[in-house]
Each structure stands twice: as structure tokens, then as C-alpha cells.
T-cell receptor, first 112, second 117 residues
């Protein structure tokens, strides 16, 4: 199946630092989504991107839809302890069924 | 508004046993999905449904069956459980990609943790 390469696999950062993670693919996607999963819960949508080059913010989070449509980036500014969790990128290619392909996730740990 | 509700939350089975996982959504969404989540592999699509009475295979459908008899419910069945099916199972739903509601994001339940011994 389709693969999304998400990096880094994990991060351990100081509170207050900025965080960057990205997702790349050899295929073109028409939508990129970023989800966060807290322990024992399901993924929750953070940001959705629908156009190549689009830059969208949600509070301290900013995500971009790469111009080539093969990648996306998520930045978190001034990290806080509650940012801990697993961040997933997801991409959608076609429209039938609204199906998504997910990256393997980036585990974020924040040192307070 | 409960969103997507999965039952049960935890279950332990013996190899060869059968069981059904239930997913219910109260958002009137057309599309529903079942995923499994394994360490280091993200979420992989098992089966999905684009409407009541319809189902389709995803990336990893073998060993699972599904049914969508009612729009709000999507059932995932394991006829003969195997240890390889030990995983966390997530259900999700989304709106149809209609003209006004294109590219609708998926909303997830909190998961069912299934262990097969």
C-alpha cells in the first residue's frame, strides 16, 4: 500500500522549544491532515490542508501543504507539557470513500 | 454529542474465538472506517463503508468481516481470532465528499484494545 514517511520517529525536547516534523511521499496527495493522539484515546484532528502551498495555523500549531503535493510540515511553537503525544500525518489521494493513508507517527515528549 | 463510540474498550480472547466490535456515530456521517493501530506502523485501514448496506476492503482486510446494516453503526467481526490480530482497533466516520462538503476529515473513536492469547 501507499506509504507516508514521517520524521522524526520521536522527539524529546525542552518546554518552550519549537518543534518541527514532516511527512513525505513519492505520491501526490490532494489533502494533508495532521492528527494528535493522546494516550488511551483516538486521534484528534489538528489541522487540515486542502491546497498546495497552503499555510494554516491553529493556535501554536502551523502546518503547510508542500508545493509539490508530496509533503507536509507541522510546527509547534513554544512547546508545553500538554503537547506530549503522538502526531500523525495523513494524506488523501482520490475522492472515493474519502480514504486516508497515515504516517507511522512522531512521538513527542516534553521535558518540563 | 457523543461523536464516535466504540464498544467494548478492552477485550481478551483466546485463539479461535470470535467476536464483534461495535462502532456507533451520531453525526449522520455517510462514511465509516475500521483501522488497526500497531506500534511503529500508524493506522492501517481494514474495511470501510460509503453508505448503509455497502462495505469495501481496505489495506489489511484478511481475517475480518464488516457489516453496515444501519447508517449509524459499523460492525467489525473476527470469525476466528489469531494472535496476529492483537492490536488497538479504531473506528472513524466522515461526511460524504459532496459538492459543498469536499475533503471532509475523519473523526475517530477512542479505540478497542484487543488481546488474543
Amino acid at each position: 500500500g501507499q506509504q507516508l514517511n514521517q520524521s522524526p520517529q520521536s522527539m524529546f525536547i525542552q518546554e518552550g522549544e519549537d518543534v518541527s516534523m514532516n511527512c513525505t511521499s513519492s505520491s501526490i496527495f490532494n489533502t494533508w491532515l495532521w492528527y494528535k493522539q493522546d494516550p488511551g484515546e483516538g486521534p484528534v484532528l489538528l489541522i487540515a490542508l486542502y491546497k498546495a502551498g497552503e499555510l494554516t495555523s491553529n493556535g501554536r500549531l502551523t502546518a503547510q501543504f508542500g508545493i509539490t503535493r508530496k509533503d507536509s510540515f507541522l510546527n509547534i511553537s513554544a512547546s508545553i507539557p500538554s503537547d506530549v503525544g503522538i502526531y500523525f500525518c495523513a494524506g488523501r489521494q482520490g475522492s472515493y470513500g474519502n480514504k486516508l493513508v497515515f504516517g507511522a507517527g512522531t512521538i513527542l515528549r516534553v521535558k518540563s | 454529542n457523543a461523536g464516535v463510540t466504540q464498544t467494548p474498550k478492552f477485550r481478551v480472547l483466546k485463539t479461535g474465538q470470535s467476536m464483534t466490535l461495535l462502532c456507533a456515530q451520531d453525526m449522520n456521517h455517510e462514511y465509516m472506517y475500521w483501522y488497526r493501530q500497531d506500534p511503529g506502523m500508524g493506522l492501517r485501514l481494514i474495511h470501510y463503508s460509503v453508505g448503509e448496506g455497502t462495505t469495501a476492503k481496505g489495506e489489511v482486510p484478511d481475517g475480518y468481516n464488516v457489516s453496515r446494516l444501519k447508517k449509524q453503526n459499523f460492525l467489525l467481526g473476527l470469525e476466528s481470532a489469531a494472535p496476529s490480530q492483537t492490536s488497538v482497533y479504531f473506528c472513524a466516520s466522515s461526511r460524504d465528499r459532496g459538492r459543498r462538503y469536499s475533503n471532509q476529515p475523519q473523526h475517530f473513536g477512542d479505540g478497542t484494545r484487543l488481546s488474543i492469547l
